[in-house]
């Protein structure tokens, strides 16, 4: 478990949600010349089965080809500080200069913002978004009612496939909060967050045999507006 910036204590995640999406994007204007090569994308497509495809603002991200221009080897928790809808709401507001790539409900629904291919402004710290995959979870630092065995289960399906995607190890090295993250002044995922039972059941996971591929959203879930 990370702790906290000492340099300033307490902050607050909500207000960095609405208010830090820049320093989320720091040196995002350095990334606006290069321009990744073509890809076969199809709308709505997801990386995760079952994932809600909800698209981020382009403003959001930066269109990449990873792992081939920048390898994948970590996976940052955060938490969102406010509930499921928020997190879709903001990270679909081009203003607010962050999103991460996927977002997990209490009950363990997920929906993706971000193609694996793409950097997300998630981190903070540019050389951890090329590098990392952001995955925010609804709730609350300091509400440990906030981590339900469905949202527990469901996010460390969610980071076993990314490892067996890109082949690094589900350890502590590999899985960071975003606490953690050098430079970042946020909190999350806090200190109700378990790790041990969170690594544990991504081992587990990686224990059984590969889900099959994910599918591509319908088309009624493509770029789905947050609930009001």
């Keep these: 478990m990370g702790k906290k910036d000492p340099g300033r204590p307490g902050i607050s995640r909500r207000r960095a949600l609405w208010l830090g999406g820049g320093v989320a994007a720091a040196g995002a204007m350095a990334y606006g010349a290069r321009r990744a090569p073509d890809q076969d994308r199809r709308d709505g497509e997801v990386d995760h089965r079952g994932a809600q495809w909800v698209e981020a603002s382009p403003a959001n991200l ?34 607010h200069g962050a999103a991460a790539h996927y977002v997990v409900r209490k009950d363990g629904h997920v929906a993706q913002l971000v193609r694996e291919l793409d950097v997300a402004y998630h981190a903070g710290n540019r050389r951890y978004n090329e590098r990392s995959i952001g995955i925010e979870h609804e709730g609350y630092v300091d509400r440990p009612e906030s981590f339900t065995p469905a949202m527990y289960a469901s996010s460390a399906r969610l980071t076993a496939g990314i490892c067996r995607r890109y082949g690094f190890p589900a350890d502590r090295e590999h899985l960071v909060g975003h606490t953690e993250v050098p430079g970042t002044d946020h909190t999350d995922p806090g200190p109700h967050w378990d790790w041990d039972r969170y690594i544990g059941l991504v081992r587990e996971e990686l224990r059984r045999a590969p889900s099959p591929s994910p599918r591509t959203s319908r088309p009624g879930e493509v770029r789905q507006k947050p609930p009001s």
């Design 62 to 95: 930066r269109r990449a080809h990873r792992p081939a221009d920048y390898p994948i080897d970590r996976v940052v928790i955060h938490v969102v500080q406010g509930g499921f809808p928020v997190a879709l709401q903001v990270f679909q507001d081009p203003s």
